[in-house]
T-cell receptor
Framework: LAKTTQPISMDSYEGQEVNITCSHN???????ITWYQQFPSQGPRFIIQ???TKVTNEVASLFIPADRKSSTLSLPRVSLSDTAVYYC??????????????FGKGTKLSVKP | DAGVIQSPRHEVTEMGQEVTLRCKPI?????LFWYRQTMMRGLELLIY????????DSGMPEDRFSAKMPNASFSTLKIQPSEPRDSAVYFC??????????????FGPGTRLTVT
């Protein structure tokens, strides 16, 4: 299983861009990189997923270098409501391997006014 | 869609008692997952099902834990007997690759279990 390493916590201010980097040195060829967000007292919520290069949606961007040994979640112009825990996960497609997702403890992002 | 439904939302029980947590996945989803979350260990996968069949239960901590999925719309996680160290938030999630091109799991609101 590909293990991921991400910072335990990060602080930011409203309006800033936040980049959270995740290391996954043992990522396998078939593995995708997925990020989830969790607010207090709620279950995690899917943010974005990618395989290589760059993926962008209405919430965030995901940058993946050519070697895929790391990835960076970019949140543009954060607000107080972006305060949450962000999880980086690596795993291949379902059909048995979806259960290999390891959430760990994530990165606790605190956005200040 | 109502999303993943879990019950109860909160459960307080005494050590030694049996606890049953319930989950209704999103209609049409063929994967169901049970997770446990604590401050010390984070979010851990306990077991997951595909088409009602348990695929991997290696995360189940011990024989006191059991999970069933009698049909596509219902699953239970049972702890018997319960112990204080089982206190945690238990999440149920469901997914369907056929209905989504992403690797997305939909989580329920969780059940906060306290064993005294």
């Amino acid at each position: 299983l590909a293990k991921t390493t991400q910072p335990i916590s990060m602080d930011s201010y409203e309006g800033q861009e936040v980049n959270i980097t995740c290391s996954h040195n043992n990522i396998a060829t078939n593995d995708y990189i997925t990020w989830y967000q969790q607010f207090p007292s709620q279950g995690p919520r899917f943010i974005i997923q990618g395989y290589k290069t760059k993926v962008t949606n209405e919430v965030a961007s995901l940058f993946i270098p050519a070697d895929r040994k790391s990835s960076t979640l970019s949140l543009p112009r954060v607000s107080l409501s972006d305060t949450a825990v962000y999880y980086c996960l690596v795993g291949d497609t379902p059909g048995g391997s979806q259960g290999n997702l390891i959430f760990g403890k994530g990165t606790k992002l605190s956005v200040k006014p | 869609d109502a999303g993943v439904i879990q019950s109860p939302r909160h459960e307080v029980t005494e050590m030694g008692q049996e606890v049953t947590l319930r989950c209704k996945p999103i209609s049409g989803h063929d994967y169901l997952f049970w997770y446990r979350q604590t401050m010390m260990r984070g979010l851990e996968l306990l077991i997951y099902f595909n088409n009602n069949v348990p695929i991997d239960d290696s995360g189940m901590p011990e024989d006191r834990f059991s999970a069933k999925m009698p049909n596509a719309s219902f699953s239970t996680l049972k702890i018997q007997p319960s112990e204080p160290r089982d206190s945690a938030v238990y999440f149920c999630a469901s997914s369907s690759l056929a209905r989504s091109s992403s690797y997305e799991q939909y989580f329920g609101p969780g059940t906060r279990l306290t064993v005294t």
